[in-house]
């Protein structure tokens, strides 16, 4: 570095005994200036988020992920019980109207088949298939909220190379 820096268009140590002496003397703090305007101009071209946080934040949405596919899952298999159950239940009101006035057989239809009300599970199923749609929704911003983070993660990488490269961190 001391031939590639000139003073007066001479070289270091071209230059005269006092000059050279002072210039050599002043070197240290050059280095340190340009070291440090080096580390500015490189953390202002990055993001200024450690690595630390956002490694966790991705962690974090993968965590949530994996919580919102159990909550699908159950609500998923809410739907198909009730569903299920809301076919035995039709095939019940089917085969009690067809019974007629043979209080008997619509006695043991009721006794065989499950006792509830179709209204209310279909209403049930509906609001556990807008569940499962929001759950969709959410595990979709979390993936895009996944690839965002992660962009400023590898921009934030190659920051801290940079700067180990010229040995501030």
């Known amino acids: 570095m001391l031939h590639s820096i000139k003073l007066g268009g001479q070289a270091i140590p071209d230059l005269p005994i006092a000059e050279r002496a002072q210039a050599l003397e002043q070197m240290p703090q050059a280095e340190e200036t340009q070291l440090y305007n080096m580390e500015a101009e490189i953390r202002k071209s990055f993001p200024s988020l450690s690595t630390d946080y956002l490694s966790a934040r991705i962690a974090e949405c993968n965590a949530s992920i994996s919580n919102l596919i159990l909550a699908r899952q159950r609500e998923a298999s809410l739907i198909s019980e009730y569903t299920t159950q809301l076919a035995l239940c039709e095939v019940r009101d089917e085969q009690i109207k067809a019974a007629g006035e043979d209080k008997d057989l619509i006695r043991a239809l009721k006794e065989k088949f499950p006792p509830y009300n179709l209204s209310a599970m279909k209403s049930q199923v509906a609001n556990s298939q807008q ?10 911003q979390e993936h895009e909220s996944i690839s965002d983070l992660s962009s400023v993660l590898a921009l934030c990488k190659q920051r801290d190379q940079q700067l180990k490269a010229i040995k501030v961190l």
């Open 131 to 140: 569940t499962v749609d929001s759950i969709n929704m959410v595990i979709t």
